[in-house]
Structures are given as structure tokens and as C-alpha cells.
């Protein structure tokens, strides 16, 4: 009822994927094809629980200049959309690892219930756009020693650690929501990050937006930073910034960001639409 790309059920046994006769996983399709620069795998309306890590690896890379695309349902509001869910929060247990991969795409889909909800490992030239990272053991998003990664319009939020954690990267966070993460919303370790356009929130006390390494580097401007109650708008080296016009005077970031509480509407079911009332 409420497919979008297929018109029948998934069966591991379908050794030609088509829309009338679909494979059941994502693992079945990694495992039996090698996709290549310009392939898509589309992925329906769904649930999908994962008992072991879903690796994305070098034998399905695409081209910076030619993707391979993973794309998840469209039909959210109705269907729920593509949700794949670890089941599993113990240490090591990742909803999606893509590592030493280029070149690849992923969008429309919700990932939860794992220590980590998708992690970017030695990679170059990964789009991550309309994806949900929500309720991890640990980060939401975890990018690690990667180049030309590009997160759009993502969401993290209520993960136990930070919502994304860049590790020696250059990376890109554009037009996106960090929510509602224990310990705040970005850590940036080392390397470069980008933030623009987005909604960024901590709620606990001395806990920060940004939390930076000595030898990070930070370029933020034109969005929205909520340090709720006694949350801290970012920590550099040790060193706290509790308020926005601090941050922005002595580390010339955020000059033209906002500093409120951006009244979405419930926050708490994943609705980040704006009240239509205060």
C-alpha cells in the first residue's frame, strides 16, 4: 500500500532485483552485486533490523564525479519511510560503517538503535542528505579520517553521545538539525568542518554546541545555536564559551547566526516544522 519503488515483497531468493521481484536486504544486494559509478539501489518502505554491522566498502565505490546513489522511500509521513534499526547498542555495533569507499550517496533514510549510528571510515567524496541518526548508544554520525563529505539536511538527535563527532576530516554540515544529544551537538577532533544553515541545540549543563580539539578548525556562520539552560554554545580546547556574542567576538564564528529557541513543533516525535504559534 504504501511502496514506492516495488510492488511486491523482498525474498533473499530473487537473483535478479527488479521492482515486481525485489531482494528483501540491503546486506542480500551488497553481498550479490557490485555496484558501480551511476548505479542506484533503491530501498522501499520499510523496517529493517540488522543483526550484524552493514558495511559499505571498496567494492561498491562510485567516482567523485559519478555517484553510486542509495535511496530510501519517500513516503515517511505515510509509511514511516526506510528504517533500519541495529537493535543492538553494545559497544562496536554500528548501524552503517562505509569505509574505504568513494564516491556514493545515501538519502532517505532513518537509522537507529546501535552504538553508532553510521560512521564514514577512510572515505573521500560521501553524501549523506535527508538521513535520521537518532537514539545511539553513542554518536549519532561518525566521520573519521575522510575528505569531500558532505552531511545535508541530516538529522542526530537523542544520541548519548554528541549528535556528530569529525574526526581529522574535511567535512561539510549544511541545512541540518543537531538535537537533543547528551553530550551536545559537534565534536570536532582535528581537521576541518563546516556548519552553515543549520540548527544546532545542547540542553545539558556544560555541555556544548561545538567542542573543539586544539588542532580542529571550525568555519560556522548563519545558524542557529539553542545552549539551553546552562549548556555552553561551545568549549574550545578546555576553554568555555557560555555565551553566543563571546563566541563570536573572540573566535570570529557564528557572526551572523541566531541565539533562540527555534519552536519546532514536537521535537520529541521528530517534528521539526515550526510552530504555526508561539
Given at each position: 500500500l504504501y511502496d514506492v519503488y516495488t510492488t511486491a515483497p523482498g525474498s533473499p531468493t530473487n537473483w535478479v532485483a527488479t521492482s515486481n521481484r525485489p531482494l528483501s536486504s540491503l546486506i542480500h544486494a551488497l553481498s550479490r552485486y557490485?555496484?558501480?559509478?551511476?548505479?542506484?539501489?533503491?530501498?522501499?518502505?520499510?523496517?529493517?533490523?540488522?543483526?550484524?554491522?552493514?558495511?559499505?566498502?571498496?567494492?561498491?565505490?562510485?567516482?567523485?564525479t559519478n555517484y553510486v546513489s542509495v535511496i530510501g522511500s519517500t513516503n515517511a509521513r505515510a509509511a514511516g519511510g526506510t528504517?533500519?534499526?541495529?537493535?543492538?547498542?553494545?559497544?562496536?555495533?554500528?548501524?552503517?560503517?562505509?569505509?574505504?569507499?568513494?564516491g556514493v550517496a545515501v538519502s532517505n533514510v532513518t537509522i537507529r538503535g546501535a552504538h553508532v549510528g553510521i560512521q564514514v571510515d577512510t572515505c573521500s567524496f560521501i553524501s549523506l542528505g535527508r538521513l535520521m541518526a537518532t537514539d545511539h548508544a553513542s554518536n549519532g554520525i561518525r566521520a573519521v579520517s575522510s575528505t569531500n563529505v558532505v552531511f545535508e539536511r541530516v538529522l542526530a538527535a537523542?544520541?548519548?553521545?554528541?549528535?556528530?563527532?569529525?574526526?581529522?576530516?574535511?567535512?561539510?554540515?549544511?541545512?541540518?538539525?543537531?538535537?537533543?544529544?547528551?553530550?551536545?551537538?559537534?565534536?570536532?577532533?582535528?581537521?576541518?568542518?563546516s556548519v552553515t544553515q543549520s540548527v544546532l541545540h545542547s540542553y545539558a549543563a556544560e555541555?556544548?554546541?561545538?567542542?573543539?580539539?586544539?588542532?580542529?578548525?571550525?568555519?560556522?556562520?548563519?545558524?542557529?545555536?539553542?545552549?539551553?539552560d546552562a549548556a555552553y554554545v561551545a568549549?574550545?580546547?578546555?576553554?568555555?564559551?557560555?555565551?553566543?556574542?563571546?563566541?563570536?567576538?573572540?573566535?570570529?564564528?557564528?557572526?551572523?547566526?541566531?541565539?533562540h529557541d527555534p519552536l519546532f513543533n514536537n521535537p520529541a516525535n521528530d517534528d521539526y516544522h515550526p510552530r504555526s504559534a508561539a
Amino acid at each position: 500500500l504504501y511502496d514506492v519503488y516495488t510492488t511486491a515483497p523482498g525474498s533473499p531468493t530473487n537473483w535478479v532485483a527488479t521492482s515486481n521481484r525485489p531482494l528483501s536486504s540491503l546486506i542480500h544486494a551488497l553481498s550479490r552485486y557490485d555496484l558501480e559509478p551511476g548505479d542506484t539501489v533503491w530501498i522501499d518502505s520499510g523496517y529493517y533490523s540488522n543483526s550484524v554491522n552493514l558495511t559499505w566498502s571498496r567494492r561498491h565505490s562510485g567516482h567523485p564525479t559519478n555517484y553510486v546513489s542509495v535511496i530510501g522511500s519517500t513516503n515517511a509521513r505515510a509509511a514511516g519511510g526506510t528504517i533500519f534499526d541495529r537493535g543492538n547498542t553494545n559497544a562496536g555495533t554500528l548501524g552503517w560503517l562505509l569505509q574505504n569507499t568513494r564516491g556514493v550517496a545515501v538519502s532517505n533514510v532513518t537509522i537507529r538503535g546501535a552504538h553508532v549510528g553510521i560512521q564514514v571510515d577512510t572515505c573521500s567524496f560521501i553524501s549523506l542528505g535527508r538521513l535520521m541518526a537518532t537514539d545511539h548508544a553513542s554518536n549519532g554520525i561518525r566521520a573519521v579520517s575522510s575528505t569531500n563529505v558532505v552531511f545535508e539536511r541530516v538529522l542526530a538527535a537523542r544520541n548519548r553521545n554528541c549528535g556528530l563527532a569529525s574526526v581529522s576530516n574535511y567535512a561539510v554540515l549544511v541545512q541540518s538539525v543537531i538535537w537533543s544529544n547528551a553530550r551536545g551537538a559537534i565534536e570536532v577532533a582535528y581537521g576541518s568542518l563546516s556548519v552553515t544553515q543549520s540548527v544546532l541545540h545542547s540542553y545539558a549543563a556544560e555541555q556544548p554546541i561545538y567542542a573543539l580539539g586544539l588542532f580542529s578548525e571550525l568555519k560556522a556562520d548563519y545558524n542557529d545555536l539553542y545552549a539551553q539552560d546552562a549548556a555552553y554554545v561551545a568549549v574550545v580546547s578546555n576553554y568555555p564559551y557560555r555565551s553566543s556574542i563571546r563566541w563570536q567576538l573572540e573566535r570570529s564564528n557564528d557572526v551572523n547566526s541566531l541565539a533562540h529557541d527555534p519552536l519546532f513543533n514536537n521535537p520529541a516525535n521528530d517534528d521539526y516544522h515550526p510552530r504555526s504559534a508561539a
